[in-house]
């Protein structure tokens, strides 16, 4: 993301091949935090739409997310635990407008392949040992699988905040 006068931003891939995952930014523990608020605005051209890369006739969407300390990708055995996302109706639609969108550490979140955060010792485990916290951009069956717009369409982050 660039600096602007407006926040932090930046332009979405208008092709096809290119596209937009994660935002991050390095964390320390989430133990005792309580709260993750996003507030963004996106400027898009007339009839510029949004597209999921990986299933084009899903809706992109925006979704809260943080990760595990030591996390290796693989999603397998206890690395299905390490990153955890917004649950569906806690995540955006991507469209024009400025938008705001909260999550409690205490709502529900869910691990990369799926499992719930309510009672799960490893989303306290990975709150503890957080080291990345950001918002992803995909579709609800895969949150940071990338998006790309069909116009120009610019992003800015107006305010990030963990309480």
Known sequence: MADTRDG??????????????YVTRETGSLANARS????????????????????PSSPA???????????TWSAKNRYAFYRWYSV????????????TITL??????????????????????????AERVGFVFGW???????VHATGPARFTLLDFEIR
């Open 104 to 129: 409690n550490f205490r709502d529900e979140w869910r691990a990369v392949m799926g499992a719930q955060s309510q009672g799960n010792p490893a989303f306290e485990d990975a709150l503890e040992n």
């Open 8 to 21: 932090p931003a930046f332009i979405f891939p208008a092709d096809p091949r290119g596209q937009v995952k």
């Open 140 to 146: 609800s069956g895969g949150r940071g699988h990338g």
């Open 61 to 71: 969407m925006l979704s809260l997310y943080f990760q595990r300390r030591g996390d």
């Open 36 to 55: 993750l608020t996003i507030r963004y605005r996106i400027d898009a051209s007339e009839g510029a739409r949004f597209v999921a890369n990986e299933r």
């Open 88 to 99: 569906i109706d806690k995540t955006l639609p991507l469209r024009s407008g400025e938008h």
